[in-house]
C-alpha cells in the first residue's frame, strides 16, 4: 500500500467491498465492508448512543459527539462535494472526537513523527543562519561551512536513531565559533513552538472509510425506502 493516503487512492482499495448490514437498530449498528472472500482492508462500523468505533486492518478508534454519530460524519459531506471531492472528511476536527485508539499502531496516535516535515524546519532556520552570518559578517565562508556540517552531522544526522533522538538533538545544538565577531551561539530558538507530525495513513484511510461508508449506509436506506410501495 501506497505511504500516501488519498482519496483517489482509498476509492481503489474499496473498489470491490461490499456492505452487509450486521445490525441495524436506530442509533445501534454494526456495518461490515469486505472484499468477497477476503478479508483485505475490510473494515466495521459499530455505532451506540453517543459513540462510533471504526474496527478493520487500519486499527481501530473510537469517536464520541452526537447520539447518532452517523449524523456527525454526514456534516461535512456536501461542503466537500461542492468543491469537486467525492468524500468529505475533517481530520482536524474530526479526531478532536477521538476518545480511544488502537495502541499497537503509530503508538495509539492518529499523528506521527513526520521526517519530511522535521528536514524542512530544521534546513529553514539553517538557510537563515547562513544569511545572518553573511550579511552581518560575523563568520567567514569557512565558519559557516561549519555551522552548516555540523547541523548535518549532530542534528539531521541524528534521524538515523528515530525521530525522538532527532529532536532531542535539535533541542540541545549549541554551536559556538571562536571567529564569531558577534560571539554569538547558534541554536535552535522556539523549536518547541513547531510541529514535526502529520496524520497517519492509517487514521486517514479510516476517515475516508467513514465517509465513504456512511454514505453507502445512506443510498441503501435511500433505495430501500424508495422501493417499498406507497
Known amino acids: 500500500m501506497s505511504a500516501a493516503c488519498t482519496e483517489e487512492r482509498f476509492l481503489l482499495d474499496v473498489a470491490k467491498h461490499e456492505m452487509t448490514v450486521i445490525r441495524d437498530d436506530g442509533v445501534s449498528r454494526h456495518i461490515r465492508f469486505k ?14 448512543p453517543g459513540h462510533l468505533c471504526y474496527t478493520g486492518d487500519m486499527g481501530t478508534y473510537v469517536f464520541q459527539r ?23 472528511i475533517n481530520l482536524g ?6 476518545i480511544a ?3 499497537n499502531r503509530h503508538g495509539g496516535k492518529p499523528k506521527a513523527f513526520d521526517e519530511e516535515k522535521f528536514k524542512l524546519v530544521i534546513n529553514e532556520y539553517r538557510v537563515q543562519w547562513m544569511r545572518d552570518a553573511k550579511e552581518s559578517n560575523s563568520l567567514n565562508k569557512e565558519g559557516r561551512r561549519e555551522l552548516w556540517e555540523a547541523v548535518e552531522d549532530e542534528v539531521l544526522g541524528a534521524l538515523e536513531d528515530g525521530g525522538d533522538r532527532a529532536q532531542y538533538a535539535a533541542y ?14 547558534w541554536q535552535f530558538d522556539d523549536l518547541f513552538e513547531r510541529d514535526f507530525t502529520e496524520y497517519t495513513h492509517s ?3 479510516c476517515c475516508y472509510a467513514l465517509a465513504w461508508g456512511i454514505e453507502k449506509y445512506d443510498a441503501a436506506k435511500q433505495s430501500a425506502a424508495e422501493a417499498v410501495p406507497a
Not at 35 to 48: G, N, Q, R, V
Not at 70 to 88: A, I, W
Not at 173 to 185: I, L, V
Open 172 to 185: 540541545d545544538f549549541h554551536h559556538a565559533d571562536p571567529r564569531d565577531s558577534q560571539h554569538r551561539g
Open 35 to 48: 472484499k468477497p472472500e477476503s478479508s483485505d482492508m475490510f473494515f466495521d462500523l459499530i455505532t451506540w
Open 93 to 98: 476536527y474530526w479526531t478532536e472526537k477521538l
Open 66 to 88: 452526537l447520539t447518532d454519530m452517523f449524523e456527525f460524519f454526514r456534516t461535512d459531506r456536501e461542503y466537500n462535494q461542492s468543491r469537486g471531492r467525492k468524500l468529505g
Open 203 to 205: 487514521i486517514i484511510w
Open 101 to 103: 485508539v488502537d495502541g
